[in-house]
């Protein structure tokens, strides 16, 4: 269990920026217009799920809190199977989110016809102090 001393927000961009320089990473939405969409993106999303809770408690107020934040990666696809970035990309995540010590599960989102694109979403708990 990883305990932050900084909001959710921070600790989430804390977890990922190792792979800003490989995947483009964006905070609640992505914001390019449509003819600048990357192959394949993060999107970092807070207070998620359960909300923002008390974790530790002590006289009366809580000394840590926790909160669900997501990470979704979406790389662009030609449908039922996904291509090789998003393969990629999914195991570069998973491998930061096991070697961080941060509690999470990963689900597989699937295909969006609409975006043309693939999507996997990693639900990690934040606690922080």
């Given at each position: 269990?990883?305990?932050?001393?900084?909001?959710?927000?921070?600790?989430?961009?804390?977890?990922?920026?190792?792979?800003?320089?490989?995947?483009?990473?964006?905070?609640?939405?992505?914001?390019?217009?449509?003819?600048?969409?990357?192959?394949?993106y993060?999107?970092?999303?807070?207070?998620?799920?359960?909300?923002?809770?008390?974790?530790?408690?002590?006289?009366?107020?809580?000394?840590?809190?926790?909160?669900?934040?997501?990470?979704?990666?979406?790389?662009?696809s030609k449908?039922?199977?996904?291509?090789d970035?998003?393969?990629?990309?999914?195991?570069?995540?998973?491998?930061?989110?096991?070697?961080?010590?941060v509690?999470?599960?990963?689900?597989?989102?699937?295909?969006?016809?609409?975006?043309?694109?693939?999507?996997?979403a990693?639900?990690?708990?934040?606690?922080?102090?």
């Amino acid at each position: 269990m990883k305990i932050f001393n900084v909001p959710p927000a921070e600790a989430l961009w804390t977890l990922v920026k190792p792979l800003a320089e490989e995947i483009p990473i964006y905070k609640e939405v992505m914001d390019e217009d449509e003819n600048s969409v990357p192959e394949s993106y993060l999107l970092l999303r807070t207070d998620v799920g359960t909300g923002d809770s008390g974790s530790v408690y002590g006289d009366g107020h809580a000394y840590l809190r926790q909160t669900e934040c997501d990470i979704v990666l979406v790389s662009k696809s030609k449908g039922a199977n996904s291509n090789d970035i998003h393969n990629q990309n999914k195991a570069k995540v998973k491998a930061l989110l096991n070697d961080s010590g941060v509690v999470y599960y990963g689900t597989n989102l699937g295909y969006d016809e609409t975006l043309k694109s693939s999507q996997y979403a990693w639900s990690v708990r934040v606690i922080y102090g």
